[in-house]
């Protein structure tokens, strides 16, 4: 078809192996790369490592030099942060490919990460690439949506998301990440190390201010252990009250005129009901409720959906405020019998 | 302030006297003329007539080419139908401006109306102009929407929309649309007429399916009346139990494998609780429910923020699933205390 779009799946944890599948059961894309640092991966064909049950003839390589095939877009899918992923999106633009990550301080870096925005965005302009950062949170729940409900409203005095996630749902890895099983002080002594939460509230704010524009003058980051009030058991952890079962984080962003934007992040095993509430106050207020938005799935989802919108972009670093609507398919997945046991997305995933 | 965007106001009905309040109440937008061909408006000063206590300086003309003023955008709410809107917008393109229409049929017309559409795009393209068809419905809550949310579904199965209005809280002409006070007898007879229901489910619809890659192959409309029990009451009817208080109508579109997109519009009096769901099954299910989305409220919200995005498109005749997310603003408004008491947008006005 002359029409496809021949994709490169640059990482392949759980989510790459989930956005190298969906990338294979489309018939408008063509898997035709694959890279991951893993030694026990290298060498292997990505059809057997991605759940199918027969090769798919594309050998993962250590680097993206080694990939011999044409292609026009890299699928990134490695990590969260500037100083992990800047030198691989710039080796990718330096070889000739679009790009589109799910790594979420690039979903809106423009005014947290500024200058390293500048870095890629003059690189992709140099190189006539385009780098779009995307997911569901970052990228959509928090930030996206609520834009687009806006374009309803007359005037806008405050945007409000709560996002609740039932981490009993998910897998072991997404729920030790929560704290499922620490204790309070085990939580706390992580917290302070940093790299505790949800990554991505400071790019859902910032994105909303710069373009609703509103001036941000502080933003406040809380994260709070969700304490088990009796026991809580799944396929993971078993949770004693009085330990850990999840965590709530809070962002509160505030302009000149007091707070503009609040963010909650609640991810806790046994937690009911989940989804996810936008409340947008001004004229009208608007409130938004939704349920099934799987941050695995819809990750993974959002990322192979946003691949022809990028392919279309005028060249430099974009982010979802930039695109014309993404959107899903109707078509049938082509091999979707043919698939394999990975039928879940194991997680590290999403939220 | 240089990056002002200078706007005529063409049509002053009840929308479009809110959009041009809305114009001049914003700070990026200028209000630089004003078109009816009402002969009662033409000739007076547009500002009294919107609602303000003072002038604008800005005469209402009957004609356009009779707006002296530079100008960008034209803001065109006159009706929903190709017959009758076409050559206005023809007239908006050769004299240079850009054009954002409420017109419910140029919403989506690439499938229903292929001809018209053809003839307005290559009239904006030979003029370096574009055209967009916006509103809330058709525009956004049954289609762009809807479509925004399967990014972050990696296969669609099907689409329903459900919008419930509770039309007691609207003004008499709205209640009088959709049929309130009249007998059954009455209301199908003014349905076979053919101008009773909401204009907008087939655009609607054929933008999901054009946009998904779905090809329809039948569609279904039915306007069925809601029939009172007890008696109800508004500041405009008095209806008898065995009288109509509202309309509910339907569309369901299939394509060869079934049913593929529902939409339900379902506007009467004392109808409780209205608000609007969108269900969209697939991978994953999804399911939003909105409150507060007020039809003429939001239309006239988003004709007003979707002018920005559409001076920065390219030519051509688009849709809302051609342009970057439309957003609304935090901006203050600049004259909100001088206004005067047209503060509700009155009816006729948009579901």
Redesign the interface.
Known sequence: MSNTIRVIQYGLGPIGCATAR?VDERDDLDLVGAVDIDPAKVGRDVGLLIGLHHELGVRIERELAAVGRPADVVLHTTNSFFDLFTDQVLGILAAGFDVVSTSEELSFPWLEDPDQAARIDAAARAAGRTVLGTG?NPG?LMD??P??M????????HVSVLRVINASKRRGPFQAKIGAGMTVDEFRSRMAGGRMGHVGLIQSTTMIFD????KLVRFENTVEPVVAEKPVRTEFFDVAPGRVRGLHQVGRAY?DDGE?VGLTFRAALDEEPDGDTIRIT?????????????GD??????A???IRRTREAAPGLLT??????????????RRAVERGGAQDVESGGSP
Chains 1, 2 share one sequence.
């Open positions: 969906l569901v959509f996206t949506l834009l687009c806006t374009s309803i409203m007359q005037r806008v005095d373009t609703l524009g509103k302009a503009f001004g004229l009208p207020d608007l409130t938004v409720t939704l349920r099934g938005t799987n799935l819809a990750t993974v989802a959002m192979v959906n946003a979802m405020r930039d695109l014309p609507i993404v959107t899903g398919t109707a078509a049938p997945a």
